[in-house]
């Protein structure tokens, strides 16, 4: 059984102000938080984030490389779908739905 697993991700911005990305669902998890993972001295921990900016006309990378990622919390079910559809939502209200690829890297997880 999956306890949590991680997403990853590209948000783009093509707008000319910033975006604010506040939260996140899908109907394969029971919930999902957006993390940052900093280091507190040699510790690494993961900071929930309450809401994440996309700089206009730039984008925002969700990765190992940034810290950030999407917390997927009892996604038991996922590994015999190839993909999960995940709603992005945002400050200002709209939300969109992304189909993101479910890859088994455990090997690669810090959880
Ligand atoms: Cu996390």
Redesign the pocket.
């Known amino acids: 059984m999956i306890k949590?697993t991680?997403g990853f991700m590209v948000i783009h911005n093509e707008g000319n102000a910033p975006r604010y990305l506040v939260g996140a669902a899908s109907n394969g998890a029971a919930k999902i938080?957006i993390?940052r993972?900093v280091m507190d001295g040699d510790v690494a921990k993961?900071v929930r984030q309450t809401a994440v900016e996309i700089p206009p006309r730039s984008h925002l990378a969700f990765s190992s490389q940034t810290g950030y990622?999407l917390?997927l919390y009892e996604a038991e079910d996922i590994r015999k779908r190839n993909s999960i559809p995940i709603s992005l939502q945002f400050k200002d209200g709209s939300s969109h739905t992304h189909s993101f690829k479910v890859v088994d890297r455990r090997e690669m997880t810090m959880?």
């Open positions: 949590v991680g938080e993390h993972s993961m990622h917390m959880h």
